[in-house]
């Protein structure tokens, strides 16, 4: 997955490379989805690995 800000002719430059295209209005939610995956992020490498033996 991929989180962007693209124009028109962006997506239109891109042409069949991109699958699917979300349209967001409202930059407020944006906002939120962008704090979302840093927070996934985030918990991802904080992770204690845990050991196989």
Known sequence: MAVALLTERDIARCG????????????????????????????LQTRIPVSRS
């Open 16 to 43: 069949d490379a991109l699958s699917r295209c979300y349209r967001l209005d409202d930059s407020t939610d944006f906002d939120g989805l962008l704090r979302l995956i840093d927070q996934a992020d985030d918990a």
